[in-house]
């Protein structure tokens, strides 16, 4: 039969009645002709032909596609039980959507950003290079010198390409306004190294890079965001002139869309121009070393081989440095795979950890689904005994109840794909504050493909047991029962009972994790800043500073915009920095040779005098910057304590070395200690004080020597006793007037700066909120559940307990007594749990121990509280039985 029979079976059953018609009427004729009366003739007509009805079904079976037949009767005998049953089936699919939706959601995360965070040609070629010294210590910024060597002697790599930041600000001159861009200087080879060509145009010609004008002179690559914005996706850009500051390039092709390197960062438009060697990259020092490189593995080669290539490679590039210092600093090289690079170590465990906790949400949602699933089998025990005493197979039981396992779990897993975009869409801003990949709010092919794998796995998890339990049960005993109350064994609720224990202890080892976070968080909120955070807006400049090539930045921008935003209504103090603690924005480090050629790193902020009193920074000893610090004074500079502890080591009292000659910034000109601030957190609040200098900014002048990595970006702080949310308007007014380009400056609370400075540790508290939260409620289902279809079940013995005599009260404590043994065991085996849990998220601790006894008593009480009231509403209803009804009950 071809597969067209599928949809004619009404045809092909009335053809298959007219045939079989036919032969028994023929063979009744033929009864006759020998003599047979009529009623004879039929009967020994019925006995030669056999059994109708069976033959049919053989014949069927013939004509093929049988099984799918009986697929098809299961479908829709599954669509007609469960919309009869809306409430069981709601139940299931709710479950079970909430199960796979949370594990989807961090799925799609972690899958963008640990799995496929680019979208290069085969990504896991890639690999990119650091020097550093046989401590561990790692640099980012190369020498020319060394990556040409690599580049002519290595032999692991098939190409080896370098590229180092514009210096400065860089702003492109587009249609309507200057638009900033992230500029890099490129070699020829990076396109074809990470196998993207351009969407129009074409690439830079291949050619090494050379202290000549080569080939790729005055070219320029825009990104697609870059084209569209400055440009509005003109296809006639090619060929075209632009200016980037004041430099005049040539457009000879456009990225793709999507396409960025470096990744991460601010996710600026980016332009792509042909390094051009300088004088300093013939020498190996500190002027010459601002390359970054990334390279493709030949063919055969792996990260370990090309590590001990290099490794070998690098004792000889090293002898060529003449400082000692620099040749210890970039005595060795660690290759790495360009992934492994894109997400800090903190953030990669937080991801897998929260990875596991919706799989444990996931396992969770399975278990419960499973136990109604065994307990729905078990009331249903009288009908499946009665299919297989009328022919069907255990197999085709089986069947059935998978279809029904399917058809709930498909819907779930449609409903699942709805609240991982939903969650994934309403937690993106917290997402793009702590990841370095952008997130889609849509599932992609890899997502729906995991998410049928999660509809298989939990379909066979929730449904193939409870079936095969149910078609392998004894067809006597059932169809004997004469009840509802029967056919369960002491065996299957243990079984159901140790399920319900498994839910809560994966729920109570959520709940205690998710615990220690939210312990975590609210220690990191006690913590003392060092600075006050209230009523501070704070706006990040990009300073178009090519606007200021032959003029003071500081008195031609800075001073008149600090004038301008001090007479704004409401406005009480308005200051700068390079950057605001805990900012992340304009950080300028700065490397200090002691006496003892020992180095000193840290961060060096030119500030203005007023950001004291915004922020109320402390001075542990000395002065702050104040009026009298001007051009032409005394050139002051104030460190914090960690600063003087290293300046200073083996003084009795570090606050000694104010007063005392420091660093010059400036050629000729003495600078002094003026003051030691107290310490503050300024990159993170779980970390302590880091070494800072800070240099009054009106001191620091075109002949400074910090004069450009130092006034291109600032942070505008201005305190107000105004709503901040009125002062935002009227502030960007003013940037807008002072500079076109600062009228698109961020403008952010000092508050929200904090709260973003939680990074990692808040997304984790926040999501395992959310799974912690969850994991309660399938829990307290999950006990209800049992504990409800255990009374229904258990009503007539109920009934007779009351009727001999039984208190009311008796009835709820031993329900609750049931309950109590279940929530113990889980509570005993999600305490070990805990333990092991603990030490997992040990390090997004913060002054909380992995095995806090406040948390490892609180979450068990609060499970305990939320069980036992799941359980009284079963209890109560046990109390209630009427003992008449419950005696007539059959």
């Given at each position: 039969m071809s597969f067209r029979g599928l949809f004619r079976r009404r045809v092909d059953d009335t053809r298959l009645e007219d045939e079989l018609g036919f032969h028994l009427d023929r063979q009744i004729a033929e009864n006759i002709a020998a003599g047979m009366n009529p009623a004879e003739a039929k009967y020994a007509a019925l006995r030669t032909f056999g059994n109708p009805a069976l033959v049919r079904e053989q014949t069927r079976a013939t004509w093929g596609w049988s099984k799918l037949e009986s697929l098809a009767q299961d479908v829709r005998y599954t669509a007609r039980a469960l919309l009869r049953q809306t409430g069981f089936s709601a139940t299931i699919v709710g479950t079970m959507a909430l199960g796979i939706g949370a594990a989807a959601a961090m799925f799609t995360v972690v899958d963008h950003v640990l799995l496929r965070p680019v979208s290069y040609k085969d990504p896991s070629r890639l690999v990119v290079m650091q020097e550093g010294d046989p401590g561990g210590r790692q640099v980012w910024d190369l020498s020319w010198l060394d990556v040409s060597e690599w580049r002519h002697s290595a032999r692991s790599f098939a190409q080896i390409a370098m590229l180092r930041h514009m210096s400065g600000r860089s702003y492109l001159e587009g249609q309507n306004a200057a638009l900033e861009v992230t500029g890099m200087s490129v070699s020829a080879n990076l396109f074809p190294v990470l196998g993207v060509e351009p969407q129009l145009g074409r690439g830079f010609v291949p050619e090494e890079p050379s202290f000549a004008q080569g080939k790729n002179a005055g070219s320029i690559v825009l990104s697609y965001p870059a084209w569209q914005e400055g440009f509005g996706g003109d296809k006639g850009i090619i060929g075209k002139t632009l200016k980037i500051n004041t430099t005049t390039y040539t457009v000879v092709g456009v990225m793709p869309v999507g396409f960025e390197y470096p990744i991460g960062g601010k996710h600026a438009p980016e332009v792509w121009t042909a390094v051009s060697l300088a004088e300093s990259d013939r020498k190996r020092d500190y002027t010459g070393m601002d390359f970054t490189v990334i390279a493709r593995l030949a063919k055969g080669a792996t990260v370990q081989s090309a590590q001990n290539e290099m490794s070998i490679l690098q004792k000889r590039v090293a002898a060529d440095y003449t400082d000692a210092d620099l040749r210890k600093e970039h005595s060795t090289v660690k290759v790495q795979p360009l992934v492994n690079t894109l997400v800090t170590a903190?953030?990669?465990?937080?991801?897998?950890?929260?990875?596991?906790?919706?799989?444990?949400?996931?396992?969770?949602?399975?278990?419960?689904?499973?136990?109604?699933?065994?307990?729905?089998?078990?009331?249903?025990?009288?009908?499946?005994?009665?299919?297989?005493?009328?022919?069907?197979?255990?197999?085709?039981?089986?069947?059935?109840?998978?279809?029904?396992?399917?058809?709930?779990?498909?819907?779930?897993?449609?409903?699942?794909?709805?609240?991982?975009?939903?969650?994934?869409?309403?937690?993106?801003?917290?997402?793009?504050?702590?990841?370095?990949?952008?997130i889609p709010a849509r599932p992609d092919g890899w997502i729906l493909l995991a998410l049928l794998g999660m509809t298989l796995l939990s379909t066979l998890v929730s449904t193939a047991w409870p079936a095969w339990l149910a078609a392998r049960a004894p067809v006597e005993p059932a169809l004997k029962q004469g009840g509802l109350q029967a056919g369960t064994t002491r065996r299957q609720h243990r079984v159901r009972g140790v399920l319900v224990a498994a839910e809560i202890a994966m729920s109570l080892c959520l709940l205690v994790v998710c615990g220690l976070l939210l312990r975590t968080i609210y220690t990191l909120r006690h913590v003392p800043l060092g600075f006050r955070t209230d009523h501070i807006l704070v706006a990040n400049l990009s300073i178009p500073a090519f606007h200021y090539d032959n003029q003071n930045i500081v008195t031609a921008l800075y001073d008149?915009?600090?004038?301008?935003?001090?007479?704004?209504?409401?406005?009480?103090?308005?200051?700068?920095?390079?950057?605001?603690?805990?900012?992340?924005?304009?950080?300028?480090?700065?490397?200090?040779?002691?006496?003892?050629?020992?180095?000193?790193?840290?961060?060096?902020?030119?500030?203005?005098?007023?950001?004291?009193?915004?922020?109320?920074?402390?001075?542990?000893?000395?002065?702050?910057?104040?009026?009298?610090?001007?051009?032409?004074?005394?050139?002051?500079?104030?460190?914090?304590?960690?600063?003087?502890?290293?300046?200073?080591?083996?003084?009795?009292?570090?606050?000694?070395?104010?007063?005392?000659?420091?660093?010059?910034?400036?050629?000729?000109?003495?600078?002094?200690?003026?003051?030691?601030?107290?310490?503050?957190?300024?990159?993170?609040?779980?970390?302590?004080?880091?070494?800072?200098?800070?240099?009054?900014?009106?001191?620091?002048?075109?002949?400074?020597?910090?004069?450009?990595?130092?006034?291109?970006?600032?942070?505008?702080?201005?305190?107000?006793?105004?709503?901040?949310?009125?002062?935002?308007?009227?502030?960007?007014?003013?940037?807008?007037?002072?500079?076109?380009?600062?009228?698109?400056?961020?403008?952010?609370?000092?508050?929200?700066?904090?709260?973003?400075?939680?990074?990692?540790?808040?997304?984790?508290?926040?999501?395992?909120?959310?799974?912690?939260?969850?994991?309660?409620?399938?829990?307290?289902?999950?006990?209800?559940?049992?504990?409800?279809?255990?009374?229904?079940?258990?009503?007539?013995?109920?009934?007779?307990?009351?009727?001999?005599?039984?208190?009311?009260?008796?009835?709820?404590?031993?329900?609750?007594?049931?309950?109590?043994?279940?929530?113990?065991?889980?509570?005993?085996?999600?305490?070990?749990?805990?333990f092991a849990a603990g030490k997992l998220v040990d390090r997004f601790l913060y002054g909380v121990s992995a095995h806090d006894a406040w948390t490892l008593a609180a979450a068990p009480a609060l499970l305990l509280a939320v069980g036992l009231l799941a359980a009284y509403l079963p209890a109560r209803r046990a109390a209630s039985v009427d003992p008449m009804e419950a005696l007539r009950a059959e």
């Open positions: 903190d953030v990669r465990r937080a991801l897998i950890a929260l990875l596991g906790a919706s799989g444990v949400l996931w396992l969770i949602a399975s278990l419960n689904v499973t136990n109604l699933l065994l307990a729905r089998n078990m009331a249903r025990q009288r009908e499946t005994a009665m299919r297989v005493a009328l022919g069907a197979s255990r197999l085709r039981v089986v069947q059935q109840m998978l279809v029904e396992g399917f058809a709930l779990n498909g819907t779930a897993a449609l409903l699942g794909i709805g609240l991982a975009v939903a969650s994934v869409s309403i937690l993106a801003r917290e997402l793009s504050r702590t990841l370095p990949v952008p008149p915009l600090l004038e301008r935003v001090q007479h704004l209504h409401g406005v009480q103090n308005a200051g700068l920095m390079s950057e605001v603690p805990l900012g992340n924005t304009f950080r300028v480090q700065l490397g200090l040779r002691k006496n003892d050629s020992s180095m000193i790193t840290g961060m060096l902020k030119p500030v203005s005098p007023e950001v004291q009193q915004i922020f109320g920074f402390k001075m542990a000893a000395g002065r702050f910057f104040d009026k009298t610090d001007t051009p032409t004074s005394q050139q002051a500079a104030i460190v914090n304590r960690a600063f003087a502890k290293i300046y200073a080591p083996n003084a009795q009292d570090p606050d000694s070395i104010v007063g005392t000659k420091f660093w010059s910034f400036k050629k000729n000109v003495e600078t002094r200690i003026i003051g030691i601030l107290d310490d503050q957190r300024q990159a993170q609040v779980s970390k302590d004080s880091q070494p800072e200098v800070e240099i009054c900014l009106c001191q620091i002048t075109p002949d400074s020597g910090i004069y450009n990595p130092s006034t291109v970006g600032m942070d505008l702080a201005v305190r107000t006793d105004r709503p901040t949310a009125e002062m935002i308007p009227e502030l960007r007014d003013v940037l807008r007037q002072a500079s076109p380009e600062l009228g698109t400056a961020t403008i952010t609370t000092m508050d929200q700066i904090v709260e973003d400075s939680y990074g990692s540790q808040r997304l984790a508290a926040h999501l395992l909120e959310i799974f912690g939260g969850s994991a309660l409620v399938l829990c307290m289902a999950g006990l209800y559940g049992l504990l409800a279809y255990l009374v229904s079940q258990r009503t007539r013995e109920l009934g007779v307990r009351i009727a001999l005599g039984a208190r009311r009260g008796n009835l709820v404590w031993m329900v609750l007594r049931q309950a109590g043994v279940m929530l113990v065991a889980g509570i005993a085996l999600g305490t070990g749990l805990a």
